[in-house]
């Protein structure tokens, strides 16, 4: 018979679980809870919540009662908005992010020209510049990092950025500043779930990856597995699989996205099992 195996970081990182489990006890004492942006980048798992009571709002000003913050965490000038409308405020900022928050806040109070490294759309990015009281520069790229022009600059990232960036960019600043305080602020979830599914797929004959078809993150764990074993799939949705694929395979592998559910997964590993008996 086939052994199917989970990467051990597959799917959803602390934050984002943490964030669920606030979301799921805070809907059993409140019947609407206003979501201040979508709790994670997947329409699944929002319709889901949206049925259970958690409605998605862009502001305060359409929010009622009681607002939850996504892990991505909100500028202080919305905990003051919160506050002043009387709302209830279900917290799920990952600590992660709050850390940076907090890092910003210092380089900025201590003097340094603040900068974070990351997409500047990013809803936690412009957290981050609201705590650096809106004096931030973010960037991206060498180039960027090149154009700076500061004697004292305080650093701090993005959560999920990568290492090789943050790296290449420091060392432009030492090049050319007097003084630099660099906090890293680079969580390992990503590179965990990569490390995972890359040691998987050296052991798998087939690995099958699980996550939006348009979600970067998902489509990268695919070309690491594609390294390292030679039949892998991406799929979405248990529909996708092919009875095909298992035969005369012995080992399955399975991973997923940063915005995978594990419910999603668990139906993806029953419908292999159930192939599985229709091959054996
Ligand atoms: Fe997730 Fe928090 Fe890291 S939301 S990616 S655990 S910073």
Known sequence: TVKIRIAENAGFCYGVKRAIKIADEALKKNEIIYSLGPIIHNPQVVGEYEKKG?????????????????????????????????????????PFVKEAQDY??????????????????HPEVKA????ANYKAQVINSIQEAKNIEAQKIGVI???????????SIVSEFVKKAKEIRIFNTICDATE?????????????????????????????????????????????????????????????????????????????????????????
């Open 54 to 94: 958690l409605k998605v709002v862009e502001t305060i000003d359409e929010a009622k009662n009681a607002v939850l913050i996504r892990s991505h965490g909100i500028p202080p000038q919305v905990y003051e908005q919160i506050s002043e409308k009387n709302l209830e405020c279900i917290d799920a900022t990952c």
């Open 104 to 121: 910003a806040k210092q380089l900025y109070e201590e003097g340094y020209f603040v900068v974070i490294v990351g997409d500047q759309n």
């Open 128 to 131: 981050h510049i609201a705590y």
């Open 157 to 167: 990232s993005q959560t999920t950025q990568s290492m090789d960036n943050f790296v």
């Open 192 to 280: 965990k779930r990569q490390e995972s599914a890359k040691e998987l797929a050296k052991n798998s004959d087939l690995m099958i990856v699980i996550g939006g078809k348009n979600s970067a993150n998902t489509r990268k764990l695919y070309e690491i597995c594609l390294n390292f074993c030679k039949k892998v799939y991406h799929i979405e949705t248990k529909e996708e699989l092919k009875k095909e694929w298992f035969e005369g395979v012995e080992n399955v592998g399975i991973t997923a996205g940063a915005s995978t559910p594990s419910w999603l997964i668990e139906d993806v590993i029953k419908a292999i099992e159930k192939i599985e008996n229709d091959i054996y």
